[in-house]
């Protein structure tokens, strides 16, 4: 007889620990998986897939706008937002039965309940059920900061409830700066809501390149996203029909929703991790090495829930890496080099590889090349919003170092650049590629002219990663 129930428990059904689950189980391990919530985790069910269904809804009002410069007439178009929300509703339920069948295929178990760490090889069940298991991988994500404590800070939202309001919030103030923040700042404006953007700081999206950081602000104002910098939320009061929000320099705004966007925190409270003593790191992680190991030799974490790169495919890519190196006898690790990622605001940022600032504070000498131009599509709509791109390049051995981009399709242009960057692609092999024309992707390859040259930082400072 074994001497565990199973070979594997995973706890947390989202992209990491599905991906963990099914490769593990393919490779002969007995495997359960369990969920105490939906199936697919943060990005299927209450995070990207839902806020890019969001966002191509916001993007109509635009090309319904658009239109009549290229000789449509688009009347009587108006937006609603149940129908929306309830169309999300049947896409996700969708896509986490596909999950769930996956699971069912590859001939895991799964456990739709809560699940916490009892021992080293020992997990327990809300119902009370102990289950032993040779590993434990832990993959429960992450979850929204609420940790501001102000009078009515339990009035705010977070991008949790955002997808589930019963009503369309025509007036709404988002705290934060981040890739959540300004997403859904774009998409409620698209679909006609008055949004205002309170941020502490005096730039947007900590860690991105500057001359996206600065580019971005008037870019979404043109599009009606108002910006309060310098400034925080002291309270929020629940009035008769609204919500009034005190600014800390003692100016009121008035909203329908609050929404709070101020990052995200792993999701470790409450796994009995203190009980077998897993590391936890400064920001409450789960600290592991490079193989998505802990501290203990039998619990694993991959995902959110480590705090490495927070992007779901790195959490897919880490489950599938600890399944092939426990399980199928073929170690190998994750590479966090060159990730590439968008920003799903209007306009769209997609950035890849090092920012000019991070690579000046390494010591390196460069070369930068960027356009700013008018994208062919806006000289017939008559919008005013342009595209901008950057290429950096290291003068030592003509390698690209970073490509960040503004504008329509920015996100599908950066996956590309990002093949080329892996491969250790030059400006030289950018510049000998063919152009497709016309096209915006074309300016990654006809750029010659070098829009500066700069030398390294006398210090190194440049800022954190992206912040979330």
């Known amino acids: ?216 602000v008037d870019e979404m104002a043109q599009n009606g996203v108002e910006f309060e910098f310098g400034v925080t939320i002291e309270s929020i009061h629940a009035e008769a029909s609204e919500k009034r929000v005190r600014l800390n320099d003692g100016r009121d705004l008035f909203a329908d929703e609050v929404m709070l966007a101020i990052g995200r925190v792993p999701n470790t409270i409450g796994l009995g991790l203190d009980t077998v003593g897993v590391h936890l790191d400064e920001a409450g992680a789960i600290a592991v090495d490079g193989l998505s190991r802990t501290n203990i030799p039998s619990i694993y974490a991959v995902g959110d829930v480590t705090n490495r790169a927070n992007l779901t495919p790195v959490a897919i890519r880490e489950g599938h890496a600890f399944a092939d190196t426990v399980f199928g006898k073929h170690p190998w690790h994750v590479t966090y080099d060159n990730i590439p990622t968008a920003v799903f605001a209007e306009p769209e940022i997609g950035t890849v590889g090092l920012s000019e600032q991070e690579a000046r504070a390494q010591g390196r000498r460069l070369d930068i090349y960027q356009t700013d131009f008018r994208p062919l599509k806006a000289t017939l709509s008559g919008r005013t919003s342009r595209v901008f791109m950057k290429i950096v390049v290291d003068q030592a051995d003509d390698r690209v170092l970073g490509v960040h981009l503004i504008g329509e399709g920015s996100g599908e242009m950066v996956q590309m650049a990002a093949i080329a960057m892996n491969v250790g692609a030059t400006k030289t092999d950018f510049d000998r590629t063919m152009a497709l024309h016309p096209s915006s992707a074309e300016e990654l390859v006809t750029l010659r002219a070098k829009h500066a040259t700069s030398d390294p930082l006398p210090e190194a400072s440049a800022e954190a990663t992206p912040a979330l």
């Open 1 to 216: 007889m074994d001497q565990f129930d199973v070979d594997l428990f995973v706890i947390g059904g989202g992209s990491g620990g599905v991906r963990a689950a099914r490769i593990a189980a393919g490779h002969g391990a007995k495997v359960r998986i369990a969920e105490e919530y939906r199936m697919g985790g943060t990005c299927v069910i209450r995070g990207c897939v839902p806020k890019k269904l969001f966002v191509y809804a916001a993007r109509f009002a635009h090309e319904f706008e658009d239109a009549a410069g290229f000789g449509w007439s688009v009347e009587g178009a108006r937006f609603d937002w149940a129908t929306l929300v309830a169309n999300k509703d049947k896409e996700i339920t969708r896509l986490e039965g596909a999950y769930s069948a996956n699971l069912d295929r590859s001939g895991v178990e799964i456990v739709r309940q809560r699940a916490t760490v009892e021992g080293p090889h020992a997990v327990r069940l809300a119902d009370g059920t102990e289950v032993t298991a040779r590993f434990i991988l832990i993959a429960t994500g992450g979850r929204p900061n609420r940790g501001l404590d102000f009078p009515g800070c339990e009035l705010g939202i977070t991008s949790n409830e955002i997808f589930h309001l019963e009503r369309f919030p025509e007036r709404i103030v988002i705290q934060g700066a981040g890739y959540i923040a300004l997403e859904f700042a774009s998409l409620l404006a698209g679909l006609g809501a008055k949004v205002t953007v309170v941020h502490r700081g005096d730039k947007l999206l900590r860690g991105f390149d500057e001359d996206i950081r600065d580019r971005i």
